[in-house]
């Protein structure tokens, strides 16, 4: 038996079934996976992705025959951000202890899927991780531009007002902070520390359709693909307005 990967799975709540969900597998190979056979390096980054721990906690690299992911590749892919396990989400949120970065346009799901994302964020902050969020400004012209190619008829401004409510009472904890962008956002980013979820947007779709990559940090990845997505988002953080948690309507210049 594979202990390490069953107390994994224990510890974070994560069933066989979850599991072969998320690795996009039969729940029999994660069977195997328990009774000892190694999976796939594929197989292997979405498993320590999800359960949050090092691959060689769950599979020493003596065990294995391929080389781990470098600093440059995805540590996990999803085919739509649907397919990331909620239990995921979560571990990251709870698990950060220096930054949280978000970058979207509405980011409905993020409080949706967890009516108590403030709450959690809030219990972060207290903890001395800073927090940023950067929505687009509903009254900009890239939310538009985006309402248009999306054919939602006017709706995504909408959608962006009723995501803010969510995070309102953040305003008042010291190391949080909300802003607004009016850009053009390819990706939806969402940083906890060293790991990273970055989202696609192919144009026309939106974004919960669309792949979404696991990066993880790792040494020398100055380069990296997580790097790069890091100084995209400061660059953007740099232009957008801070929030004051008004309402916000086609004449508000806070």
């Excluded at 202990?3 to 072969?20: I, K, N």
């Excluded at 781990?68 to 989400?89: H, I, K, Q």
């Excluded at 009016?182 to 144009?203: C, E, G, K």
Aim: hydrophobic share 40%; net charge neutral.
């Amino acid at each position: 038996m594979n202990e390490q990967l069953r107390s994994a799975m224990a510890r974070q709540g994560v069933s066989p079934d979850a599991l072969a969900a998320a690795c996009a597998v039969d729940p029999k190979t994660v069977g195997r996976w328990l009774a000892g056979r190694v999976p796939h390096a594929r197989h292997r980054w979405t498993t320590a992705g999800l359960l949050a721990v090092a691959e060689d906690t769950i599979w020493p690299s003596s065990q294995r025959s391929t080389p781990s992911a470098s600093p440059a590749e995805p540590a996990a892919c999803y085919p739509n951000r649907a397919s990331v396990p909620r239990e995921f989400w979560l571990s990251l949120l709870e698990g950060t202890e220096h930054q949280i970065d978000v970058l979207v346009y509405s980011g409905t799901f993020f409080a949706q899927t967890n009516p108590h994302v403030a709450r959690m964020l809030t219990a972060r902050a207290r903890a001395g991780v800073a927090i940023r969020l950067c929505f687009a400004d509903p009254a900009g012209s890239a939310v538009a531009q985006r309402d248009r190619e999306e054919e939602l008829d006017g709706t995504l401004a909408a959608k962006i007002r009723a995501s803010l409510t969510y995070y309102r009472a953040l305003l008042t904890e010291p190391g949080c902070e909300i802003r607004l962008h009016n850009a053009t956002v390819y990706a939806s980013l969402f940083r906890y520390d060293d790991d990273l979820l970055a989202n696609p947007h192919i144009w026309g779709q939106p974004a919960s359709a669309n792949p979404l990559l696991h990066l993880r940090r790792g040494p020398g990845a100055e380069l990296g693909w997580f790097e790069q997505y890091v100084t995209s988002f400061e660059a953007l953080w740099e232009t957008a307005r801070r929030w004051g948690g008004t309402t916000i309507d086609k004449t508000s210049k806070e």
